[in-house]
């Protein structure tokens, strides 16, 4: 299940950026990856979920978009959007292509709580 070397890898950015930013937890996350990666939103979801406990992305909210795959045509520079086992051209019908796009993973936005955020600072 490759979903879960995905979330251990979005999980390690997220402590990261929080460590950077001052992020006690992370709330929720937006995530673009290409349709060419195969993911599985559900196994994404329950990959992440693991991969979250005990760090500050526990309990998060991942929210993803698949992002169509695009390729262009290297002899006829046309764009088309390739099925899962043909890469011929809609123009020419030659499949010598460059893939544009749909094959990215992309951490989009987070959403967190800051370390001061959510605390009692009066002093009685």
Not at 36 to 51: C, H, K, N, T, Y
Not at 62 to 68: F, G, K, R
Not at 107 to 113: E, I, K, N, Q, Y
């Amino acid at each position: 299940m490759h979903e879960m070397s995905i979330a251990v890898e979005l999980v390690r950015q997220l402590e990261s950026l929080a460590g950077a930013n001052g992020i006690q937890r992370v709330e929720s996350l937006a995530v673009q990856a290409g349709a060419m990666r195969g993911i599985v939103p559900e196994a994404l979801d329950i990959a992440f979920a693991s991969a979250g406990e005990g760090t500050v992305a526990e309990g998060a909210k991942l929210e993803l978009e698949i992002v169509p795959a695009v390729a262009k045509c290297r002899l006829c520079g046309c764009q088309f959007e390739p099925s899962v086992d043909s890469y011929l051209c809609a123009g020419c019908n030659q499949a010598d292509v460059d893939i544009i796009q749909g094959n990215e993973i992309l951490l989009t936005s987070v959403t967190g709580l800051e370390k001061n955020e959510g605390r009692d600072t009066n002093e009685d």
